[in-house]
T-cell receptor
Framework: DTAVSQTPKYLVTQMGNDKSIKCEQNLGHDTMYWYKQDSKKFLKIMFSYNNKELIINETVPNRFSPKSPDKAHLNLHINSLELGDSAVYFC?????????FGEGSRLTVL | AQSVSQHNHHVILSEAASLELGCNYSYGGTVNLFWYVQYPGQHLQLLLKYFSGDPLVKGIKGFEAEFIKSKFSFNLRKPSVQWSDTAEYFCAVNPRSNQGGKLIFGQGTELSVKP
């Protein structure tokens, strides 16, 4: 069983479109995250939720809107996609500071 | 601002060579420390972690790391690398005072091992 699963794994879309990435974890963790990995492999946190409550929002444009319907799910919706949004987006959940990552969703904006 | 610095951007070694990847962080308080590995095309996996106790920690696949508090360092080592160790390595720090358990990552070190 996959502990942290993301869908879709690959997403190719045009500028200006709106897209969503879904994430689910079956580890029973209270905290979930979205990280963005750019083309230089740099990982930067975007959001963190604890038990459905937003606790970290790192200077991310408000075109990005996370939603956590319950503590096992954290989805990411992106409006009006831009070229610079092309990246790999990783979902993660944590226990005592240790992160467990999903396999990533590679977003390509044309 | 809290930050993590990895000294080497790209390291190229031959099989059986010894490896040391440097990691320094800037934060004066208590921290949890991690090394993650990302194999080509895959997600990040935990190699090892330090929370407290013995500053020399052993991880999977023969990796180890030493926490030196006075130097704010957490260097990763392996005595003899294999071709299969080719990957991107990330050092990460979790300041314990951070709300939400946020991990701050270094910029990564790409390791290429030649057979």
């Amino acid at each position: 069983d996959t502990a942290v699963s993301q869908t879709p794994k690959y997403l190719v879309t045009q500028m200006g479109n709106d897209k969503s990435i879904k994430c689910e974890q079956n580890l029973g963790h209270d905290t979930m995250y979205w990280y963005k990995q750019d083309s230089k492999k740099f990982l930067k946190i975007m959001f963190s939720y604890n038990n459905k409550e937003l606790i970290i929002n790192e200077t991310v444009p408000n075109r990005f809107s996370p939603k956590s319907p319950d503590k096992a799910h954290l989805n990411l919706h992106i409006n009006s996609l831009e070229l610079g949004d092309s990246a790999v987006y990783f979902c993660a959940s944590s226990r005592i500071g240790e992160l467990f990552f999903g396999e990533g969703s590679r977003l390509t904006v044309l | 601002a809290q930050s993590v610095s990895q000294h080497n951007h790209h390291v190229i070694l031959s099989e059986a060579a010894s490896l040391e990847l440097g990691c320094n962080y800037s934060y004066g308080g208590t921290v949890n420390l991690f090394w993650y590995v990302q194999y080509p095309g895959q997600h990040l996996q935990l190699l090892l972690k330090y929370f407290s106790g013995d500053p020399l920690v052993k991880g999977i696949k023969g990796f180890e790391a030493e926490f030196i508090k006075s130097k704010f360092s957490f260097n990763l080592r392996k005595p003899s690398v294999q071709w299969s160790d080719t990957a991107e390595y990330f050092c990460a720090v979790n300041p314990r005072s951070n709300q939400g358990g946020k991990l701050i990552f270094g910029q990564g070190t790409e390791l290429s091992v030649k057979p």
